[in-house]
């Protein structure tokens, strides 16, 4: 069985209802199996409550990301960046690094953000970079998939994304479901294809 891990960051919970959508993607794809993980949280702002519903997804470990056949990762915008809690975890995968454990191997990034200019592309861009250096394979989304060019929300060729509205409970609009589906699809076919 290939498998793919999404990994990822959410407080609120739009990252993990986006993460959702691409693990069904992926698990459409014969032979393929999405892994849900999440980051720890940083100990200095570890008060707040995590939702419940994420909470109960497992914590990621190294061994996860050496045994996975691609890698995606989710995380909310930070300042047209990803979260903290997600780049301490990559800081810490110097390791992986030095063994190559992901050279050619596909990845992909997805986010969210509170406002429709909210940094999303720098974001994905920012959560580009790792991948690039631990020798994987991108894939984003192309515009063939008649999501992008209809989304009034999320969604970029970059990778999957929300726009969630500041107070208000948040909902993925149909694009970004099917954007998110799509781009984890393309993911599990493209590992499905490497091995």
């Given at each position: 069985m290939?498998n793919?891990?999404?990994?990822?960051y959410?407080?609120?919970?739009?990252?993990?209802?986006?993460a959702?959508?691409?693990?069904?993607g992926?698990d459409?794809?014969?032979e393929?199996?999405?892994?849900l993980?999440?980051?720890d949280?940083?100990?200095?702002?570890?008060?707040?409550?995590m939702l419940?519903?994420y909470e109960?997804?497992?914590?990621?470990?190294?061994?996860?990301?050496?045994?996975?056949?691609?890698?995606?990762l989710?995380?909310?915008?930070?300042?047209?960046?990803?979260a903290?809690?997600l780049?301490?975890f990559?800081?810490?995968?110097?390791d992986?690094?030095?063994?190559?454990?992901?050279i050619?191997?596909?990845?992909?990034?997805?986010?969210?953000?509170?406002?429709?200019?909210?940094g999303?592309?720098?974001?994905?861009l920012?959560?580009?970079?790792?991948?690039?250096?631990h020798?994987?394979?991108?894939?984003?989304?192309?515009?063939?998939?008649?999501?992008?060019?209809?989304?009034?929300?999320?969604?970029?060729?970059?990778?999957?994304?929300?726009?969630s509205?500041a107070?208000?409970e948040?909902?993925?609009s149909?694009?970004?479901?099917?954007?998110?589906f799509?781009?984890?699809?393309?993911?599990?076919?493209?590992?499905?294809?490497l091995?």
């Amino acid at each position: 069985m290939i498998n793919i891990v999404v990994l990822i960051y959410s407080k609120k919970g739009s990252t993990l209802q986006l993460a959702e959508e691409v693990c069904k993607g992926i698990d459409s794809v014969n032979e393929v199996k999405a892994r849900l993980r999440r980051v720890d949280e940083l100990k200095q702002i570890r008060q707040q409550r995590m939702l419940e519903k994420y909470e109960k997804v497992q914590v990621i470990t190294k061994k996860d990301i050496t045994d996975c056949d691609g890698l995606i990762l989710g995380s909310p915008t930070r300042f047209g960046n990803m979260a903290g809690e997600l780049k301490y975890f990559i800081d810490q995968t110097l390791d992986i690094w030095i063994s190559g454990e992901l050279i050619g191997k596909p990845g992909a990034v997805f986010t969210s953000t509170g406002s429709l200019h909210g940094g999303q592309e720098t974001t994905l861009l920012s959560m580009m970079l790792p991948l690039f250096h631990h020798g994987m394979l991108l894939a984003g989304i192309p515009y063939s998939e008649p999501g992008l060019s209809e989304t009034k929300t999320g969604g970029t060729p970059y990778g999957a994304s929300h726009v969630s509205e500041a107070n208000k409970e948040s909902v993925l609009s149909n694009e970004e479901k099917n954007l998110g589906f799509a781009m984890g699809a393309r993911v599990a076919k493209i590992a499905s294809k490497l091995s």
